[in-house]
């Protein structure tokens, strides 16, 4: 949870920054604010894949349980 925080104040301060960039023409500052951008795109993208495989994982062992109740 804390992840996905950390990836949505980097997604704003990125487009903040971008938007700075713009407004005053500081290619550099757009750039930075952009690569930002992408940087928490990355970060969600990793957490929301970490759920993922915990999710099948839980998944799998409930069946795996369940599977093994019946040959009991």
């Not at 960039?21 to 750039?31: F, S």
């Not at 970060?43 to 369940?66: E, F, I, P, Y």
Request: proline share 0%.
């Amino acid at each position: 949870m804390s992840k996905d925080l950390s990836a949505s104040a980097k997604q704003a301060e990125g487009r903040l920054e971008a938007a700075h960039g713009e407004l005053t023409g500081d290619t550099g500052e757009k750039l930075k604010g952009q690569a930002k951008q992408v940087q928490a795109a990355a970060m969600q993208a990793g957490s929301d894949l970490k759920q993922g495989v915990k999710s099948t994982a839980n998944k799998v062992s409930d069946a795996t349980a369940k599977a093994a109740d019946k040959i009991k």
